[in-house]
């Protein structure tokens, strides 16, 4: 296809708003490199150059065609060829934000400066029309269309539109629970100390007629009584779920993404898949899991402290419709401990955040106090039980969960890996207590660990030299400026009561991955890495600010909301501060941003071949100005 005139200028414009915004706007298709190396190309065709190359399962936007060639876009912004029999294309659906903060104020620009015209809500899920200045210009769901800041919205993946737009069959009023359990006692009263009245078996369909300590009561023929809770499940309310789809019959378990429930009483799970094969862990009946492999009639699943091995399938039942949802706004249970008979202590994931459940507890009968340290709740639970429960949850962050009885109680003490703080929410009519935990609430500068990472230094690993980029008219090295101006940014943050840890003093023998494990190994708040930016030719010049956080990525993927935050604090504030030319905030996959576990950016200051900045780089007034606006960005993350 022949690009005129017109299309290269909307081409040109397009890929200025990426530079500008680092945030791809469009619903089109993009590429995902099949496997190995793929060679990106100037052109469209083997003879064009190659200018860099991409790995398997990278994501390529495509912005134009010709041929059996597309032009697609690189992290880096820049834009390249490749060949169509390198990538799968898929479609990407329309682009959309979720709301996170709680209750959000949609301007008419933007910009704070703009008025506002609208109030959204945590969890509002929204059609995303367009973004400046990372600020996302989004359409309302009343009609109409106004912008909201990025930090307050999370971007959705939007490729499969499950949430929203179910067609609500059926919607009577009635609630109805579909048994997952397989010859499931009714007792006559909400508990497993009542007499059995009736069996019931998988996948049928009752109507709730009350609901108690978590048990439902239902009628079975001319019998009422109660089922438990966990051995059923309940399409939740809002949205309505369509109905359970009848599992097929060959391999009721689809794997990885299935949950079991396990029906036996205290069940081992073993390394291997035979009654022979030693025991690992213990489950009880209850408990819910996992499923990520199956052999046989056994289930690989993985317990609460990371271990997995295998469980007897005849002493589970599928939980129906229980696919595990990351990051979601579905609440997804993740740890159920059933305390006593008619109790049960849960923690779920909603949004990505911690919620503990306390079900079966009268206001009066549980405490939630804070632990010695702002990182530990405990919660004290009146209950007959002698239940014990040690795990971990660590991708919520949850470093310990403790479950032990202690003077007609039981006590659960939580460590978390950072400061928290709760409030709970009590529900009378379900004795449900919802204690809502937030993370890293602790604001301002004091007391957090920053690990400062000026890019460059004299001696590298081996000895090798390195002055990062060097400015042609006056040979002034980027090592130099940005370790001048990281010293800056150091003392700022330590009179504002921060702590910092510098990657090195201006010598290192650490590698790029090393520099960000010492973020990683001393848990730091945030990594940033400090640059001055090259162009062939001194083309360009002027601030940007990169970040990293690919969406499935299990560690940096759930911190995308928190990079991105980073990112866009302290690029506005550099540009404030250094006023230069705004080149944006752009993701990129760079080795300190990839290898970093903790909120990690890198700061290209400004442009060395540039010839104006470069002369402003050797300026110490200038100098200061950078490490002041890098400054007010990470002060203004924490606030
Ligand atoms: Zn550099």
């Not at 006559?188 to 048990?215: C, E, F, M, R, S």
């Not at 990182?375 to 660590?394: F, M, W």
Request: aromatic share 8%.
């Amino acid at each position: 296809m022949k690009i005129t005139p017109r299309k290269r200028c909307f081409l040109w414009s397009l890929i200025l708003v990426l530079l500008l915004t680092g945030i791809p706007v469009w619903a089109g298709e993009e590429g995902v490199v099949k496997s190995g190396v793929a060679n990106i190309r100037k052109g469209p065709g083997i003879s064009n150059a190659v200018i860099t190359q991409v790995k398997s399962g990278q994501v390529l936007p495509v912005l134009d065609r010709s041929g059996s060639w597309l032009k697609v876009q690189l992290h880096n912004g820049q834009t390249g060829w490749i060949s169509e029999s390198l990538v799968n294309i898929r479609t990407v659906a329309e682009k959309k934000v979720v709301v996170t903060g709680s209750s959000v104020n949609v301007r008419k620009g933007p910009g704070t400066g703009f008025s506002v015209v609208g109030k959204v809500y945590e969890g509002d899920t929204l059609p995303v029309l367009g973004a400046r200045d990372g600020w996302y210009n989004v359409k309302l769901a009343g009609g109409g269309q106004a912008w909201i800041a990025g930090w307050l919205v999370k971007e959705t993946n939007g490729s499969s539109g499950q949430n929203n737009a179910q067609p609500s069959r059926s919607s009577s009023s009635t609630k109805q629970l579909v048994v997952t359990g397989n010859g499931v006692n009714v007792r006559k009263g909400p508990g497993t100390n009542y007499a059995a009245v009736a069996k019931v078996y998988k996948n049928a369909k009752y109507t709730i007629l009350d609901q108690k300590n978590g048990w439902y009561k239902i009628q079975v023929g001319k019998q009422q009584g109660w089922i438990a809770g966990w051995l059923v499940s309940v399409p939740s309310a809002q949205p309505p779920a369509p109905p359970a789809p009848p599992a097929p019959p060959a391999n009721p378990v689809p794997i990885g993404s299935t949950v079991v429930v396990i029906t036996g009483e205290v069940v081992n799970v073993r390394q291997g898949t035979s009654t022979e094969a030693a025991i690992v862990g213990k489950v009880y009946r209850g408990d819910r899991l996992v499923v990520s492999d199956k052999q046989g009639d056994w289930y690989k699943v993985q317990l609460a402290n990371g271990q997995s091995g295998w469980v007897a399938s005849w002493l589970t039942e599928p939980v129906q419709g229980s696919g595990v949802s990351r990051g979601g706004t579905q609440r997804s249970e993740v740890l159920i401990v059933p305390i006593a008979d008619n109790q049960v202590f849960k923690v779920a994931e909603l949004a990505g955040r911690v919620e503990l459940i306390l079900e079966g507890w009268v206001s009066g009968q549980f405490q939630v106090k804070q632990g010695s340290a702002a990182d530990k709740l405990v919660l004290e639970l009146e209950a007959n039980s002698t239940r014990n429960y040690e795990g971990e949850i660590k991708r919520l962050g949850i470093s310990q969960v403790k479950v032990y009885p202690q003077n007609n109680k039981s006590i659960v003490e939580l460590d978390f890996a950072s400061p928290v703080t709760y409030n709970v929410a009590y529900e009378a009519n379900s004795k449900t207590a919802t204690i809502r935990v937030g993370t890293a609430q602790t604001r301002g500068l004091q007391g957090k660990l920053i690990v400062i990472d000026p890019g460059h230094a004299s001696v590298q690993p081996g000895g090798w030299l390195d002055p990062g980029a060097v400015g042609p008219r006056t040979n002034l090295y980027e090592k130099d400026v940005v370790f001048n101006i990281a010293i800056k940014v150091k003392q700022m943050l330590e009179q504002a009561g921060a702590r910092v840890i510098m990657t090195h003093m201006g010598q290192t023998e650490l590698t790029l991955a090393g520099r960000a494990e010492i973020a990683n190994a001393n848990n730091a708040d945030i990594f940033v890495s400090i640059h001055a930016n090259s162009s062939d030719k001194g083309l360009y010049s002027g601030h940007s600010t990169y970040f990293y956080a690919p969406y499935g990525d299990e560690i940096l993927g759930p911190q995308r909301y928190e990079r991105q935050k980073l990112a866009t604090l302290v690029q506005r504030e550099m540009v404030k501060a250094g006023g230069r030319i705004d080149i944006g905030v752009l993701e990129a996959n760079f080795a300190v941003l990839r290898e970093t576990r903790v909120p990690s950016i890198l700061v290209e200051t400004a442009f060395i071949s540039d010839a104006q900045e470069e002369i402003l780089l050797g300026q110490e007034s200038f100098r200061t100005q950078l490490a002041v606006g890098i400054f007010n960005g990470i002060k203004a993350y924490f606030e």
